[in-house]
């Protein structure tokens, strides 16, 4: 076996890594990467390889990419928090922040790409509302990586490089995100083409997973408290993982972070399953939830990894978890804050996550001197523009979501 093995979070079996998204006996709980190296020992290179060790791949690239932890006095000041950190995955030089994508995202991609190659690789296939589709977009325009990415229609003027790339392959469908899924999968059944994997990848997970301990060795410890806004939730089992892993190590502490999660109304399902006390979903959960009125779309996955055993509610009730509804005026209100204080425009998801924070501190949920970590997951499409001529992705082709496999083929040459 390499460095590291896969052990199923229901039944427990561990087995070398093939690509896998499900265990082999059948179960349907989430695999989680098991690492040979238990001590956490960030490399000396840039970039989010440095934690090679605790990613599940066998080789990687060169990359500045990686998120970066700070203090921000201003916003600090603002909430009145003495122990406030930020997590940033944008693009924001002042910040020596170099995710050219402007997105948390671009942590998933990078050893999605590495574990895909390790496997032997063919072209990858993805679904994305915006930021995933451009996160992988960029890092399959700098490492040759293939790709096929299908997006909602409406989303199509959010994928952008900064450099042309003849390894994407771009398809816009008629729809949401969940119809850009649907077609998606039926992709990834043709030969010659494996899924990305979503939230059951545990490269991406682990690539999640870097915030967390980029925040361990920029402060020494795990923090108390965790916040971020999300659309599957993966970012929430990443952060939790990675912790069990930094636990582990015995120089962090021993204390989960409590893990404030949150969503932007109306589209607010898992909050509302978790606030009602549900590990299981319910379609109600889903009434009123309107994609098109909610200020930060990408976070409305309609297929989150929720009940799943090792999934959102798991990690929830392991770290005595939050899950906020946020209103579209609370997020801008953010918004304008963030401007103000770091003088970077956050991307809205970002924007959802620092709205439940000021909410959190307005209800006394978080206390003046806690340690409090706050997952930007997007900044800095303003400031990118202005540094580099970014390259349009066109799509290939607009299709309706029953398009039959035969003009899929057409289109792919396949």
Request: charged share 25%.
């Amino acid at each position: 076996m390499g460095e590291y093995d896969l052990v199923c979070q229901t039944g427990g079996e561990v087995f070398e890594d093939g690509y896998d998204f499900s265990c082999p006996s059948g179960h349907k709980g989430l695999l989680r990467a098991r690492y040979r190296e238990k001590r956490f020992a960030p490399r000396g290179c840039a970039g989010l390889f440095k934690f090679y060790d605790w990613l599940p791949v066998r080789s990687s690239y060169e990359t500045e990419s990686c998120p970066v932890v700070f203090r921000s006095e201003r916003l600090s000041k603002e909430l009145g928090l003495r122990d406030l950190w930020v997590g940033l995955t944008g693009y924001y030089p002042e910040r020596n922040c170099k995710s050219i994508s402007c997105s948390f995202k671009e942590m998933e991609a990078y050893p999605t790409y590495a574990r895909f190659r390790d496997m032997g690789g063919k072209t990858l296939v993805l679904a994305s509302a915006g930021n995933t589709a451009r996160a992988f977009a960029q890092v399959s325009a700098e490492t040759g990586g293939r790709c096929v990415m299908m997006v909602p229609e409406s989303s199509v003027g959010r994928l952008t490089v900064t450099e042309p790339s003849d390894s994407i392959t771009a398809i816009a469908v008629k729809g949401d995100y969940a119809d850009a899924i649907a077609v998606a999968d039926r992709v990834a059944g043709f030969d010659g083409f494996l899924p990305e994997g979503g939230a059951r990848n545990i490269a991406r997970r682990d690539g999640m997973g870097t915030v967390m301990l980029q925040f361990a060795q920029t402060a020494g410890r795990i923090p108390d408290s965790y916040f971020q806004a999300v659309g599957s939730g993966t970012g929430g089992i990443s952060a939790w993982e990675a912790s069990l892993r930094l636990i582990g190590d015995g120089g962090f502490g021993d204390r989960l972070p409590r893990l404030h999660l949150s969503q932007n109304l109306p589209f607010v399902p898992m909050a509302r399953a978790w606030n009602a006390g549900r590990r299981e979903m319910v379609p109600e959960d889903y009434a009123g939830g309107d994609v098109s009125q909610v200020y930060a779309d990408v976070l409305t996955n309609r297929r989150p990894p929720y009940a799943v055993d090792g999934g959102v509610f798991d990690a929830m009730s392991a770290c005595g978890g939050s899950f906020s509804e946020i209103t579209n005026a609370e997020a801008k209100s953010a918004e304008k804050m963030w401007l103000q204080c770091e003088n970077a425009l956050p991307d809205p998801a970002a924007s959802v996550a620092l709205a439940s924070l000021v909410r959190a501190v307005g209800e006394g949920l978080v206390s003046e001197g806690e340690c409090v970590l706050l997952n930007m997951t997007g900044a800095g499409r303003d400031r990118v523009r202005e540094d580099y001529d970014m390259v349009e992705i066109s799509p290939k082709a607009v299709l309706e979501p029953d398009a039959a496999d035969d003009e899929l083929r057409s289109i792919l040459d396949v």
